[in-house]
């Protein structure tokens, strides 16, 4: 029943889409490999020979995609809980279990909150310390003047501030390598066609990442309970229900493994698309360099971050053409109708945050890099509520928003300060879209020193 922990069980039927049209399937795959190959072709194709709603095949399951804000309101808000976010985020039931994404109603608000403590005002300020005294050494260690590969790097970087911030581990702890190659198993075993662990496949990897990762947050859990650390895990080892009961190791290693995957994949792959459009775009580079110029010296305080509105600008703007997160999945607990469409219970529907955010009728030129379209006067994110959503929206909506905003911030004051960025290989870089964008190739960028 929706509202209570019973709607996690898996006993949904399988719902009959038949009365939906769509493109022609391969046998056994239907368009996996297409969603893996180039998603956002895939669902162009069928967009215009169906309009915005239709079906698709993933993963042996036949699912509603639907486009536009309208449908990007109706679903994420979901005023009359229709919908489920663990049954429609299937893929990741092996490897990230009850994980807050994958809780519903009444049972996720209860885990929301509690987690919502660790993203105070308090504690984002302490977060922000942390990362703003590390950040110059962490980006002081990438090479000047010759190539290097930079999404790699950023995601390292961005694991080992995670790590730090949230597991109070020392940035450079020899676990943070393992730790990466971990989620790296666990993320791409996400889309997999071979569903179960069979040996030497993804799915063989990812679980074999599972285990590691959530034995390691077990270990530290032991020895957190029993001291005052002031980091997020120490205080998830602490925190109570309202009943005054503590989470179980279980619960904590469950949130961690998705906490830290949600917090470092997709900051890394926002950033290494913002480092690649500033690297296209020289005049939008200058303006950045102006922008960190005129920080006072030293370490950038939130009054300082807030100055930083063309780095905004630029953040708002790559979300919108490579967001992380371009597709959001929900499963129907109950019959409902929506657009004149039947969506029996049982239903797997996928909104179509990217593919809305590049609409020609939310935005002008929509594939062009125009960061002041989010000026004020301009405002083109605000010509409906769901225009601009990489955050998602509703229960649901992203809890690290404003970390990643002052990570990106953080991040760009110190990389500007000291060199610029120059992309060896020509503006052209291909992504690979699922399941978290990352640029073909790994992005090598060249960074000059400044003078
Ligand atoms: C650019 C960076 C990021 C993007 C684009 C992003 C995107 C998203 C989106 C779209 C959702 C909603 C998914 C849904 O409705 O099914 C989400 C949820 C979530 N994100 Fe993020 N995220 C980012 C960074 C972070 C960071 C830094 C953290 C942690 C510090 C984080 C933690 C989470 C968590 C825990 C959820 C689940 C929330 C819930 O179910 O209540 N994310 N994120």
Known sequence: MPGSSASLSPALPKADLSHLPHLPVTPFLG?????????YGLHRRSKDAFGPIYRFKLLGLWRVALHGPDALEFILTDRDCLLSSHHGWDALHRLFPRGLMLRDFDDHRRHRRIMQGAFRAGAMAHYHQRIAGEMDALVANRPLG????FYPAIKELTLRIGAAVFMGLPLDDPRTGQLNRAFIAEVMAALS???RPVPFTPMARGVAGRLFLTQTFRDL???RRLREGDDFFSQMCRATDEDGTHWTDEEIADHFNFLLMAAHDTTASALAALVW???????????????VDALPDGQPDQAALDTMVMTDRAFRKVLRLVPPVPFIPRRAVRDFIWAGVDFPKGSFVTVMAGATMLSSELYTDPHRFDPDRFSPNRAEDRRHRFAWTPFGGGAHKCIGLHFSTMQVKLFTASLLRRARIGLPEGPQVEWQRMPIPRPKGGLPVVLSPRM
């Open 193 to 195: 066609p071979i569903r």
């Open 146 to 149: 010759r190539a290097f590969a």
């Open 31 to 39: 368009h996996t490999l297409d969603v893996v190959r180039d998603s």
């Open 221 to 223: 859990i032991k020895e």
């Open 277 to 291: 459009a500033l690297g296209a775009h020289s005049e939008w580079q200058d303006r950045l360099v102006a922008e």
